[in-house]
């Protein structure tokens, strides 16, 4: 397959580059800052330098296109403020739902969080990241022309995965380490009786094949 990430250089991205090329796929990754290139090309995936912030429909979808797959793993990261979590989180999110679509790219997997909910209330940023992903996954999901699939991961680590996961609709909360994120991304962009599916992912003990299978078609 070929396949598209966005926010390539991120830390699960990353991860997922890594697997997806070691199978054999063709990854693309799109990045802001082309000092961040080599990264990608260590990871085996081909850098696309587009800042998605800014960039049209028309630019990103000529990236997308022939693409089988893409997947929106873009955020404003630790840091930034609720401005960002809004032009990152939210409109990049649909600005790549919205290429997609144009270049008749139907697989969309989105890396979401935890608690996501475009009605959440608070005033802090980590709320206003929460309202923005929330957003993002309902912009996603209500397009017919996209295959979508909603991924929410527990609290991220960067402990060595496991393997073993827990993936449901409702999972309650959980760390989950990113090596088994990306785990999981690879193993949904292979199944796809997964469309359609809003999942909450946590650290459990069902081997990521086994988890995966058992969603599909749900």
Not at 117 to 124: I, Q, V
């Amino acid at each position: 397959m070929r396949i598209v990430i966005a926010g390539g250089h991120g830390q699960i991205a990353l991860r997922l580059e890594r697997l997806l090329a070691a199978r054999g796929d063709e990854v693309a990754g799109i990045i802001r800052r082309r000092e961040q290139a080599d990264d990608l090309r260590a990871a085996g995936a081909e850098p696309v330098v587009l800042d998605l912030e800014s960039a049209t429909v028309d630019a990103v979808a000529e990236v997308l296109r022939g693409a089988d797959a893409v997947v929106f793993a873009a955020g404003a990261g630790p840091g930034s403020d609720a401005a960002r979590k809004e032009t990152v989180d939210r409109a990049a999110a649909v600005l790549f739902a919205d290429a997609a679509e144009r270049a008749g790219v139907r697989r969309y997997v989105i890396v979401s969080s935890m608690g996501a909910n475009a009605s959440h209330t608070g005033d802090g940023v980590f709320d206003a990241y929460l309202r923005a992903k929330g957003a993002a996954d309902d912009a996603v999901r209500s397009r017919a022309a996209l295959d979508w699939t909603v991924l929410r991961p527990g609290s991220l680590t960067d402990d060595a995965g496991k393997g073993l996961v827990s993936l449901a609709a409702s999972t309650g909360r959980g760390p989950i380490p990113r090596d088994d994120v990306a785990a999981v991304l690879a193993e949904l962009l292979d199944t796809p009786a997964t469309a359609g599916l809003t999942l909450e992912l946590i650290t459990g003990s069902a081997p990521v094949a086994v988890a995966v299978k058992g969603v599909a078609g749900n």
